[in-house]
């Protein structure tokens, strides 16, 4: 081949690849991946806001006077953006909700942010309609307001507000609303399949989020399994790296242009992957130094059951379920189980440590991120291969090493039913794991 020729091959593949949305780089390096940015915001899940009874000076700020028959209830909604941890942003937008009997509930909210007491104009105002949002129960009333989001390629970040008197509280003293919240979505070839991503944003600056949650379509199968741990990946810390895995590909997020509607994610090697922690992912082995001076490895379990506890002492619902714990522990401790607790508490007195721990009645081993040695190289472990964004979570490993369950399914006497199951050979999967199933990391 010519030299005129090889240069007419390169030109051809390098355009290919740019239709692709592919970055052409060195053939050491991985390549960057370019995406698209949809407009308009997707709504997911919901929080709830609660409302008091509303007072003469608030009434008087409405446009007009209150029907008789019809109750009305103050409230703030309620963003935050902590992006800057140093400086974290805020917005509060007060509220006034009016239910009346047989009619649409009426909602004024003051979109600009602007404080009580104000009064409120017509254009604050917002009538409730039928729900569409599913599951839709009896009742359910919804409306909407968008908050502007300027500078961005943004239609604004839509406010989606439900009225839900089966989901709420029965209360005379609160009144419950519930808030839909919303993300971004893009569309980005991986692999040769356009494969739909989501951040999350600031409703204040439009920004998306360097940390919270980014979801991708792993499955290719056109959507964000809400509950799946391995299409949403949650970063609290800068230092938690978020990884995906689409077919043959390995990515890991790159740049978000809001004002141009694109984004990047830049390929990763099949070396530098690290599976999330999900059911049938294998661990990796793992040193980690008891608070008496021993040192153990998650290897040193293989053959057994073992629940990984990742706690901190200020989690209530941690402490809550200690006991539950210590009786599956006591329980099935001579059938092949047994229980780890790793504590993250960074800067823990290791003495007052033992003493909390005695005083909770606490039998089964315990580390924490706070012991030296080995805690900071723990707790680098736990950034990359844990990725832990909420407390407790609890890890069931089979004796191959393998996850066989995690989080709700071990709740109260959750464990306890999995453990019968699994040491009596009832379950499946305690078959799979003795036949040494397949693993799932790389």
């Given at each position: 081949?010519?030299s005129?020729?090889?240069?007419?091959?390169?030109?051809?593949?390098?355009?290919?690849?740019?239709?692709?949305?592919?970055?052409?780089q060195?053939?050491?390096?991985?390549?960057?991946?370019?995406?698209?940015?949809?407009?308009?915001?997707?709504?997911v899940?919901?929080?709830?806001?609660?409302?008091?009874?509303a007072?003469?000076?608030?009434?008087a700020?409405l446009p007009?006077?209150?029907?008789?028959?019809?109750?009305?209830?103050?409230?703030?909604?309620?963003?935050?953006?902590?992006?800057?941890?140093?400086?974290?942003?805020q917005?509060?937008?007060?509220?006034?909700?009016?239910?009346?009997?047989?009619k649409?509930?009426?909602?004024?909210?003051?979109?600009?942010g602007?404080?009580l007491?104000a009064?409120f104009?017509?254009?604050?105002?917002?009538?409730?309609?039928?729900?569409?949002?599913?599951?839709?129960?009896?009742?359910?009333?919804?409306?909407?307001?968008?908050?502007?989001?300027?500078?961005?390629?943004f239609?604004?970040?839509?406010?989606?507000?439900?009225?839900?008197?089966?989901?709420?509280?029965?209360?005379?003293?609160?009144y419950?609303?519930?808030?839909r919240?919303?993300?971004?979505?893009?569309?980005i070839?991986?692999?040769?399949?356009?494969?739909?991503?989501?951040?999350?944003?600031?409703?204040?600056?439009?920004?998306?989020?360097?940390?919270?949650?980014?979801?991708?379509?792993?499955?290719?199968?056109?959507?964000?399994?809400?509950?799946?741990?391995?299409?949403?990946?949650?970063?609290?810390?800068?230092?938690?790296?978020?990884?995906?895995?689409?077919?043959?590909?390995?990515?890991?997020?790159?740049?978000v242009?809001?004002?141009?509607?694109?984004?990047?994610m830049?390929?990763?090697?099949?070396?530098?992957?690290?599976?999330?922690?999900d059911?049938?992912v294998?661990?990796?082995?793992?040193?980690?130094?008891?608070?008496?001076?021993?040192?153990?490895h998650?290897?040193?379990?293989r053959?057994?059951?073992?629940?990984?506890?990742?706690?901190t002492?200020?989690?209530?619902?941690?402490?809550?379920a200690?006991?539950?714990l210590?009786a599956?522990?006591?329980?099935?401790?001579?059938?092949?189980?047994?229980?780890?607790?790793?504590?993250?508490?960074?800067?823990?007195?290791?003495?007052?440590?033992?003493?909390?721990?005695?005083?909770q009645?606490?039998?089964?081993?315990?580390t924490?991120?706070?012991?030296?040695?080995?805690?900071?190289?723990?707790?680098?472990?736990?950034?990359?291969?844990?990725?832990?964004?909420?407390?407790?979570?609890?890890?069931?490993?089979?004796?191959?090493?393998?996850?066989?369950?995690?989080?709700?399914?071990?709740?109260?006497q959750?464990?306890?039913?999995?453990?019968?199951?699994l040491?009596?050979?009832?379950?499946?999967t305690?078959?799979?794991q003795?036949?040494?199933g397949?693993?799932?990391?790389?």
């Amino acid at each position: 081949m010519t030299s005129f020729h090889r240069r007419i091959v390169l030109a051809v593949g390098a355009t290919l690849i740019a239709h692709a949305g592919i970055t052409a780089q060195s053939p050491s390096s991985p390549p960057t991946y370019r995406g698209t940015l949809d407009p308009d915001l997707v709504e997911v899940g919901y929080t709830g806001q609660a409302f008091t009874p509303a007072t003469p000076a608030d009434l008087a700020r409405l446009p007009g006077t209150l029907d008789s028959a019809s109750r009305a209830w103050v409230g703030t909604f309620r963003f935050s953006d902590d992006s800057d941890q140093q400086h974290p942003l805020q917005k509060a937008l007060p509220a006034i909700a009016i239910v009346t009997p047989n009619k649409p509930d009426v909602l004024y909210v003051n979109v600009n942010g602007d404080s009580l007491p104000a009064p409120f104009t017509d254009k604050d105002k917002y009538v409730f309609t039928p729900s569409t949002v599913k599951p839709v129960l009896s009742g359910d009333q919804e409306t909407r307001f968008v908050l502007p989001l300027p500078g961005t390629v943004f239609h604004g970040y839509p406010v989606r507000v439900i009225d839900s008197p089966r989901r709420a509280p029965d209360t005379d003293t609160e009144y419950y609303l519930f808030v839909r919240d919303a993300r971004v979505q893009g569309t980005i070839t991986l692999g040769g399949h356009p494969t739909l991503a989501q951040f999350e944003v600031s409703p204040i600056t439009g920004k998306v989020r360097t940390l919270g949650t980014f979801s991708l379509d792993v499955t290719r199968n056109g959507a964000i399994e809400p509950y799946s741990r391995t299409e949403n990946q949650y970063r609290w810390d800068p230092r938690v790296p978020i990884m995906f895995k689409v077919g043959d590909t390995y990515v890991t997020p790159g740049t978000v242009d809001e004002r141009a509607g694109t984004f990047t994610m830049r390929g990763l090697t099949a070396r530098e992957y690290v599976p999330a922690m999900d059911t049938g992912v294998t661990l990796a082995n793992f040193a980690f130094g008891t608070l008496d001076g021993a040192t153990r490895h998650l290897s040193d379990y293989r053959g057994k059951y073992v629940l990984l506890d990742f706690w901190t002492i200020s989690c209530g619902p941690c402490i809550r379920a200690m006991p539950d714990l210590e009786a599956a522990y006591l329980k099935y401790h001579d059938r092949g189980f047994d229980i780890v607790g790793v504590n993250l508490d960074e800067h823990l007195d290791v003495q007052k440590f033992n003493d909390f721990l005695t005083q909770q009645k606490s039998t089964w081993t315990h580390t924490s991120v706070s012991v030296k040695p080995m805690g900071p190289a723990l707790e680098q472990y736990i950034n990359l291969h844990c990725r832990i964004h909420s407390y407790p979570t609890t890890v069931l490993i089979g004796p191959t090493g393998k996850i066989v369950a995690m989080d709700d399914d071990l709740a109260g006497q959750g464990l306890q039913r999995m453990l019968e199951r699994l040491l009596s050979g009832t379950d499946s999967t305690s078959k799979h794991q003795a036949s040494g199933g397949k693993s799932s990391a790389p």
